[in-house]
């Protein structure tokens, strides 16, 4: 079973995240900000990140430069779950080493053709 | 609505696009012909598919383009993309490496999703840099859908419908809340109205023709005559794609399938390079 580190600051998005990975058979774990993703990565390398941009204390993005400098830290795919849509944002994403990008809102549809991009489902 | 007003219409229908209408679509109906009724000041569609038995021209048009189906996204169905790029395109390049000539049209291409992915592999493979000329044709029978294929701009939804992050920042430009194609990719596509009951005579020979989820829902008389005139379009090595969906009966129809690639079918039997290719 694939795992799934689901880091966004909204306990709803999380849920929401989560609920849809267990029903595409993921093993989806939850963090609420950068540092405790990074924590929770040094436990668990998962095989896929979705990952919330804004959070407190530490971005998305800074998240995901700190984790593929990481031991590993290449391992997992990243999608960029965001409501930052310029393009400007998204090549800055692309730039620190995010796989893909979905911009919100999302759905269960547009996760799972996400996730077949990416060669997980 | 009553019987003979949805048989009405299913006639028009088959007769003007050769699409046909399923018997147990009336909410599919309703929900398609909603928007025309509130366009054209009907009270309801009852009302509406009555006044279409006078013949109102514009009318029936503005119906035609409401019930046929527009859904598409970019590179849908990706396998048919990796057939067109893996296969196709390889055998081509080498072809007709003399002439440097490329004929491609998108017979149902609606918003422009699929001539622009096609677009997006040609521009990949560098065939321009190398002095290639490239005729992209694409047509539809809904002038809305082809006059906004022609303008390139999709909405955040549409783009995020199998296009890679990656192609998305480097074949487009954001314009405010729409995405709008690169002009590069723009212009190497001619788009037309046209529907395809209608004489092909106006075609260049073409090397590769996208029919995808159109012949579906065809009626089977309908089906081969489109095929027929393809077929007289396609040069003897071309190739053609059709749907997954949709399957023809081979060499019946003198399409050859193609070894482990469904939906891809040339004019003539595959020569040994693109087995090869094919590997």
């Known amino acids: 079973m694939k795992t799934c580190l689901v880091v966004d600051d909204s306990r709803v998005i999380r849920k929401v995240a989560c609920a849809i990975l267990k029903e595409l058979s993921f093993r989806a774990e939850e963090a609420e900000n950068?540092?405790?993703?990074?924590?929770?990565?040094?436990q668990e390398m998962p095989d896929v990140i979705l990952l919330d941009w804004q959070m407190p204390s530490m971005t998305g993005v800074e998240f995901l430069r700190a984790l593929r400098n990481e031991a590993r830290g290449n391992h997992p795919i990243v999608l960029l779950c965001t409501t930052e849509n310029d393009a400007s944002h998204i090549s800055e994403a692309i730039n620190a080493g995010a796989d893909e990008y979905i911009m919100k809102p999302f759905d269960r549809s547009l996760l799972e053709a996400k996730l077949a991009e990416v060669g997980l489902v | 609505m009553n019987v003979s007003e949805i048989a009405y219409l299913a006639s028009i229908l088959h007769r003007r696009t050769g699409i046909v209408l399923a018997e147990k679509k009336t909410s599919m109906i309703e929900t398609r012909l909603a928007p025309v009724v509130r366009r054209f000041g009907f009270r309801d569609i009852c009302s509406l598919l009555k006044e279409l038995q006078y013949g109102h021209e514009a009318l029936i048009q503005a119906v035609i383009e409401a019930m046929t189906t527009n859904d598409s996204a970019f590179f849908r169905d990706r396998r048919t993309f990796e057939e067109f790029r893996d296969i196709v395109l390889p055998a081509l390049m080498v072809e007709r490496a003399e002439s440097k000539q490329l004929r491609i049209w998108c017979a149902a291409c609606a918003a422009g999703q699929e001539p622009y992915s096609v677009a997006m592999l040609l521009d990949d493979a560098g065939l321009i840099e190398q002095g290639w000329t490239i005729t992209l044709i694409a047509t539809d029978i809904n002038s809305h859908m082809v006059a906004r294929a022609e303008e390139g701009f999709y909405t955040q939804f549409e783009v995020q419908r199998g296009l890679p992050i990656r192609r998305l920042v480097s074949h487009f430009t954001q314009d405010d809340d729409k995405w709008r194609i690169a002009e590069k990719l723009r212009r190497m596509v001619s788009f037309r109205t046209f529907n395809l009951l209608d004489s092909f005579g106006w075609l260049p020979d073409c090397d590769v023709v996208f029919c995808r989820n159109v012949l579906m829902y065809f009626d089977h008389k309908t089906r081969l005559s489109v095929l027929d005139r393809i077929g007289e379009i396609l040069a003897p090595d071309g190739a053609l794609l059709v749907g997954p969906a949709e399957t023809l009966v081979g060499s019946e129809?003198?399409?050859?399938?193609?070894?482990?690639?469904?939906?891809?079918?040339?004019?003539?039997?595959?020569a040994p390079l693109r087995r090869l290719l094919a590997g």
């Open chain 1, 34 to 42: 950068g540092a405790a993703a990074l924590s929770a990565c040094r």
């Open chain 2, 253 to 270: 129809l003198g399409y050859f399938p193609a070894e482990s690639a469904p939906g891809l079918f040339y004019r003539s039997r595959p």
